[in-house]
Nanobody
Framework: VQLQASGGGLVQPGGSLRLSCAASGSALGFYNMGWYRQAPGKQRELVAAISTGGGSTRYADSVKGRFTISRDNPKYTMYLQMNNLKPEDTADYYC????????????WGQGTQVTVSS
C-alpha cells in the first residue's frame, strides 16, 4: 500500500483544515487506517483511527469533538477534518494503514505539515 497525505498548511487558531490521504496498491478495504502526528520534540501519537469499512472510529482525547476521520474506499481516500484548531495541534501529520485497528501503522505515507499560529 502506498499512501500520500496532503492538505496541510498554516491556519489561525480556531480555523479548520481537511487532510486527505490517497492510497494505491492493495485494496484499501482490507486495512484499518489512521492519522498519526508528531510535533517537534514530542513523541508520535495516534490522532484518529478508522476501521476497514468505516463503521468504527477512535480518537485521541486531545482531539475528540474537534477532529473527524472518514474514508471513501471506492475512491481509495481517507480524510481528517480538523476544526477549532489549536496551536498545540501543530505537527507533521502522517496517514497510515494496517491490520491492527488499535495501531494501524504498518504502512506510512509522507507527512504533511500543519501549523496553527496567529
Amino acid at each position: 500500500v502506498q499512501l500520500q497525505a496532503s492538505g496541510g498548511g498554516l491556519v489561525q487558531p480556531g480555523g479548520s483544515l481537511r487532510l486527505s490521504c490517497a492510497a494505491s496498491g492493495s485494496a484499501l478495504g482490507f486495512y484499518n487506517m489512521g492519522w498519526y502526528r508528531q510535533a517537534p520534540g514530542k513523541q508520535r501519537e495516534l490522532v484518529a483511527a478508522i476501521s476497514t469499512g468505516g463503521g468504527s472510529t477512535r480518537y485521541a482525547d486531545s482531539v475528540k469533538g474537534r477532529f473527524t476521520i472518514s474514508r471513501d474506499n471506492p475512491k481509495y481516500t481517507m480524510y481528517l477534518q480538523m476544526n477549532n484548531l489549536k496551536p498545540e495541534d501543530t505537527a507533521d501529520y502522517y496517514c497510515t494503514a494496517g491490520t491492527d485497528y488499535s495501531r494501524p501503522n504498518t504502512y506510512w505515507g509522507q507527512g504533511t505539515q500543519v501549523t496553527v499560529s496567529s
